[in-house]
């Protein structure tokens, strides 16, 4: 391990900036209308605060207005918030209630500390919120799935930017939903599934669905403007099961389990090959992991346990006094892989009859928004996803709010797979007031998608094309002094399958002129280029590749080729748009607790992360890592009034704030990748292992802070606070708090 550059630094703060411009409002216009359900509305209001950042450290955050009076007189109506000065928008979540006209303003400090410091205002905006005048409604009589469809495509046809729609599902309360029945291998039964679709507000009026099979509950694709607002929806059966570990044969590596109530058995989720063959489970316990007693990933343990040779014992005869008994099994069991700096876990050691085998099929992704811009989620509430549950690729603006993944009584999950998975829109998702429990994996990922470089030729461009703002520097120039250039085809690569599943999509990378293109070496973790997009050519059904002119000639170390999707084909070159990784994302005001690995997931450029509470995790706080297919490198991250509590439970190699390249190639280290984080008045208690733990990553600021940790760190190497490799510019600065405490619950695993 190198020896970074780390700065203990007895300044809490930066020089303050120069005193700035006044923001230039975007979004909405003066006077416009915006349509929001009956119970308010949640408009995102967007600005240009003129150049971006090039540090989060010592800038003051701007300020925004909303008032119903013209003077932002607080007699009547005043509401104000602040935004980092990295994030140029801000999305109301808390329904502004109906009123004739609302006015807006942005301003920026001229100093740090808004409350204290003069403040340069934008002009003001006035808009108004309307409930849209053409209304219709599912009564609580529509008891049949295809009444709710019929309704719903009607409502969809009808509704346009011109005269948007309002479908209100009226007294429905609680009720179950028979799905047809799947076909074949075609796209599961969705509740909701419009294409093309705008300006469409549907108000669930608090109807909580439970859905008598698998379903997606929100399908949408290419739409716009489409709200969707006041749901609760569940499954039964549910699509996982779960049961207690009853005993262990630890020579024999097997273990008999109790079906725990209210779940379905082993044999009605998975195959007869599969009880027979290895499967993959987790393994959960009992542990105060929030404001209430709830099941969540055991503690040190892998994240991953096989299950084989699964056996139904024979049911014992009920008696009076117990009632039919639950069913049982005997299976045999095997740890995952270990984090290596922890002892190696064999066959059934660990386990006792506290914990219980959670096994969770991959099955139906509860929301899928494809493409399209500022669909708006709001008070939509899951009790049950058969896969990932929130998800987006290529859809801008997205507001999810209020929202959230709950668990129930008796319950261990509340999503299969991931709690959400966003990829590959230019601005990315606002997240905010949601209670997120009990995912199967990753809470939050957000990231941009990995793009397969199937050709490359070279041409020659005119001096014209060769000046882009923002490109990649002057291009190589012919002997006859016509610049050169690389023209390369692009396509999709796994899991972009919507661009092959559904034409309608068009095949969209989502690459525009002016984009920066990112050549990627998986094995070895280096940025072999940047690049920018001079001109390209859109795919179609044709031909569903897309064709791009550069800025300048490709190193010969560009390796052609397929990547995806079965097995990663990691010796071709990956390609990501860097203007595609989900830039701007908001995650503010959540509870995230009980997730089997990250609370947040993210690699892209300005992100704020904001006033959450995480807690009870199996992986980190916010972690910054590139994946196989989701990319590429963490810039400009504001991690700020946190609280982190009890997370990295997993033998895994991770920390409650982590950074790093995976690489397969480990011989050499990257590039800094990874830059400018900062990391600011949080509060941190959990161990063991650093806090902190930063690699590949450079300009990283720790202030503060509140860092209860463990006093032990010799049981735990690379213990206490900060543990960096290939890392510069990481100042922990003086201002921390830090508490060393020796305590089983911070010092165990």
Same mark, same amino acid.
């Given at each position: 391990?190198?020896?970074?550059?780390?700065?203990?630094?007895?300044?809490?703060?930066?020089?303050?900036?120069?005193?700035?411009?006044?923001?230039?409002?975007?979004?909405?216009?003066?006077?416009?209308?915006?349509?929001?359900?009956?119970?308010?509305?949640?408009?995102?209001?967007?600005?240009?605060?003129?150049?971006?950042?090039?540090?989060?450290?010592?800038?003051?955050?701007?300020?925004?207005?909303?008032?119903?009076?013209?003077?932002?007189?607080?007699?009547?109506?005043?509401?104000?918030?602040?935004?980092?000065?990295?994030?140029?928008?801000?999305?109301?979540?808390?329904?502004?209630?109906?009123?004739?006209?609302?006015?807006?303003?942005?301003?920026?400090?001229?100093?740090?500390?808004?409350?204290?410091?003069?403040?340069?205002?934008?002009?003001?905006?006035?808009?108004?919120?309307?409930?849209?005048?053409?209304?219709?409604?599912?009564?609580?009589?529509?008891?049949?799935?295809?009444?709710?469809?019929?309704?719903?495509?009607?409502?969809?046809?009808?509704?346009?930017?011109?005269?948007?729609?309002?479908?209100?599902?009226?007294?429905?309360?609680?009720?179950?939903?028979?799905?047809?029945?799947?076909?074949?291998?075609?796209?599961?039964?969705?509740?909701?599934?419009?294409?093309?679709?705008?300006?469409?507000?549907?108000?669930?009026?608090?109807?909580?669905?439970?859905?008598?099979?698998?379903?997606?509950?929100?399908?949408?694709?290419?739409?716009?403007?489409?709200?969707?607002?006041?749901?609760?929806?569940?499954?039964?059966?549910?699509?996982?099961?779960?049961?207690?570990?009853?005993?262990?044969?630890?020579?024999?590596?097997?273990?008999?389990?109790?079906?725990?109530? #209210?779940?379905?058995?082993?044999?009605?989720?998975?195959?007869?090959?599969?009880?027979?063959?290895?499967?993959?489970?987790?393994?959960?316990?009992?542990?105060?992991?929030?404001?209430?007693? /709830?099941?969540?990933?055991?503690?040190?343990?892998?994240?991953?346990?096989?299950?084989?040779?699964?056996?139904?014992?024979?049911?014992?005869?009920?008696?009076?006094?117990?009632?039919?008994?639950?069913?049982?099994?005997?299976?045999?069991?095997?740890?995952?892989?270990?984090?290596?700096?922890?002892?190696?876990?064999?066959?059934?050691?660990?386990?006792?009859?506290?914990?219980?085998?959670?096994?969770?099929?991959?099955?139906?992704?509860?929301?899928?928004?494809?493409?399209?811009?500022?669909?708006?989620?709001?008070?939509?509430?899951?009790?049950?996803?058969?896969?990932?549950?929130?998800?987006?690729?290529?859809?801008?603006?997205?507001?999810?709010?209020?929202?959230?993944?709950?668990? /129930?009584?008796?319950?261990?999950?509340?999503?299969?797979?991931?709690?959400?998975?966003?990829?590959?829109?230019?601005?990315?998702?606002?997240?905010?007031?949601?209670?997120?429990?009990?995912?199967?994996?990753?809470?939050?990922?957000?990231?941009?998608?990995?793009?397969?470089?199937?050709?490359?030729?070279?041409?020659?461009?005119?001096?014209?094309?060769?000046?882009?703002?923002?490109?990649?520097?002057?291009?190589?120039?012919?002997?006859?002094?016509?610049?050169?250039?690389?023209?390369?085809?692009?396509?999709?690569?796994?899991?972009?399958?919507?661009?092959?599943?559904?034409?309608?999509?068009?095949?969209?990378? #989502?690459?525009?002129?002016?984009?920066?293109?990112?050549?990627?070496?998986?094995?070895?973790?280096?940025?072999?280029?940047?690049?920018?997009?001079?001109?390209?050519?859109?795919?179609?059904?044709?031909?569903?590749?897309?064709?791009?002119?550069?800025?300048?000639?490709?190193?010969?170390?560009?390796?052609?080729? /397929?990547?995806?999707?079965?097995?990663?084909?990691?010796?071709?070159?990956?390609?990501?748009?860097?203007?595609?990784?989900?830039?701007?994302?908001?995650?503010?005001?959540?509870?995230?607790?009980?997730?089997?690995?990250?609370?947040?997931?993210?690699?892209?450029?300005?992100?704020?992360?904001?006033?959450?509470?995480?807690?009870?995790?199996?992986?980190?706080?916010?972690?910054?890592?590139?994946?196989?297919?989701?990319?590429?490198?963490?810039?400009?991250?504001?991690?700020?009034?946190?609280?982190?509590?009890?997370?990295?439970?997993?033998?895994?190699?991770?920390?409650?704030?982590?950074?790093?390249?995976?690489?397969?190639?480990?011989?050499?280290?990257?590039?800094?990748?990874?830059?400018?984080?900062?990391?600011?008045?949080?509060?941190?208690?959990?161990?063991?292992?650093?806090?902190?733990?930063?690699?590949?990553?450079?300009?990283?600021?720790?202030?503060?802070?509140?860092?209860?940790?463990?006093?032990?760190?010799?049981?735990?190497?690379?213990?206490?606070?900060?543990?960096?490799?290939?890392?510069?510019?990481?100042?922990?600065?003086?201002?921390?708090?830090?508490?060393?405490?020796?305590?089983?619950?911070?010092?165990?695993?």
């Amino acid at each position: 391990m190198g020896m970074p550059l780390v700065l203990l630094c007895l300044s809490s703060a930066a020089a303050p900036a120069a005193a700035p411009a006044a923001p230039r409002l975007l979004a909405p216009a003066d006077a416009e209308v915006l349509y929001c359900a009956g119970d308010g509305g949640t408009p995102e209001f967007t600005w240009d605060a003129g150049a971006v950042p090039a540090s989060t450290d010592g800038l003051p955050d701007t300020v925004i207005e909303l008032s119903a009076s013209a003077d932002f007189s607080a007699a009547v109506f005043l509401a104000r918030d602040e935004v980092p000065a990295i994030i140029e928008r801000y999305v109301r979540a808390d329904p502004l209630e109906l009123r004739a006209v609302y006015y807006w303003r942005v301003g920026r400090p001229s100093s740090s500390g808004s409350s204290s410091s003069a403040i340069v205002w934008s002009a003001a905006r006035s808009f108004q919120l309307r409930v849209p005048g053409r209304r219709t409604s599912v009564p609580a009589s529509a008891v049949s799935w295809a009444a709710v469809q019929g309704l719903l495509a009607s409502a969809a046809a009808a509704s346009s930017a011109a005269d948007p729609s309002l479908l209100s599902f009226e007294g429905w309360g609680s009720r179950t939903l028979a799905p047809p029945p799947r076909v074949g291998g075609s796209d599961p039964p969705a509740f909701i599934r419009l294409s093309s679709v705008t300006d469409l507000i549907i108000d669930g009026g608090g109807a909580r669905i439970t859905f008598s099979d698998y379903v997606q509950f929100v399908d949408l694709l290419n739409c716009s403007r489409v709200q969707i607002v006041n749901f609760a929806f569940d499954l039964q059966p549910l699509p996982y099961t779960a049961l207690a570990i009853e005993s262990v044969d630890a020579e024999a590596s097997t273990a008999t389990l109790r079906l725990q109530p #209210g779940h379905p058995t082993v044999e009605a989720l998975l195959s007869d090959k599969q009880l027979e063959t290895s499967g993959i489970a987790e393994v959960m316990s009992m542990a105060a992991a929030s404001t209430r007693q /709830q099941p969540r990933t055991m503690r040190g343990v892998p994240e991953v346990i096989y299950f084989s040779n699964v056996t139904r014992l024979p049911e014992p005869q009920p008696t009076q006094a117990m009632g039919r008994p639950l069913l049982r099994y005997r299976m045999a069991l095997k740890w995952g892989g270990t984090n290596p700096r922890l002892p190696q876990l064999h066959g059934v050691e660990r386990l006792t009859s506290s914990d219980f085998l959670v096994i969770d099929p991959r099955i139906d992704i509860g929301f899928d928004v494809m493409g399209g811009d500022q669909v708006t989620l709001r008070s939509v509430h899951v009790s049950a996803c058969a896969n990932e549950c929130f998800n987006s690729e290529h859809a801008e603006r997205l507001s999810i709010l209020h929202c959230g993944t709950r668990l /129930q009584p008796g319950r261990f999950l509340a999503a299969n797979n991931g709690g959400h998975n966003h990829h590959g829109s230019a601005v990315g998702q606002w997240v905010e007031g949601g209670i997120w429990e009990n995912a199967g994996d990753d809470t939050i990922h957000v990231s941009g998608l990995v793009m397969s470089v199937l050709a490359i030729g070279s041409t020659t461009i005119s001096s014209g094309n060769s000046g882009i703002a923002g490109g990649s520097g002057s291009s190589a120039a012919e002997p006859g002094g016509s610049p050169k250039a690389s023209v390369v085809t692009l396509a999709p690569s796994y899991p972009d399958s919507y661009s092959i599943r559904k034409p309608i999509f068009h095949h969209s990378l #989502g690459v525009r002129r002016g984009d920066i293109l990112q050549f990627y070496d998986f094995v070895t973790g280096v940025l072999l280029a940047s690049r920018t997009v001079l001109t390209m050519r859109e795919a179609s059904d044709a031909n569903p590749t897309v064709g791009v002119t550069l800025d300048q000639p490709l190193p010969a170390t560009v390796t052609t080729g /397929q990547i995806g999707g079965g097995a990663l084909n990691d010796s071709v070159t990956q390609v990501f748009n860097f203007n595609r990784t989900s830039n701007q994302f908001v995650f503010r005001r959540n509870i995230v607790s009980g997730g089997r690995r990250v609370g947040v997931l993210y690699k892209g450029f300005r992100s704020w992360i904001d006033s959450n509470l995480f807690v009870g995790l199996g992986g980190g706080a916010m972690e910054l890592w590139n994946a196989p297919y989701e990319g590429l490198f963490a810039q400009t991250v504001l991690f700020r009034n946190n609280t982190v509590r009890d997370v990295c439970q997993l033998s895994r190699g991770a920390a409650p704030i982590w950074t790093s390249v995976p690489r397969p190639d480990r011989s050499s280290a990257p590039a800094l990748v990874h830059r400018d984080v900062m990391i600011e008045n949080n509060s941190f208690d959990t161990g063991p292992g650093p806090t902190f733990w930063l690699s590949d990553v450079s300009d990283v600021v720790i202030t503060g802070n509140a860092i209860t940790y463990c006093a032990q760190t010799v049981v735990y190497p690379g213990g206490g606070v900060l543990n960096t490799s290939n890392a510069h510019n990481v100042q922990l600065r003086a201002d921390n708090e830090l508490q060393a405490v020796d305590s089983p619950r911070l010092c165990v695993k």
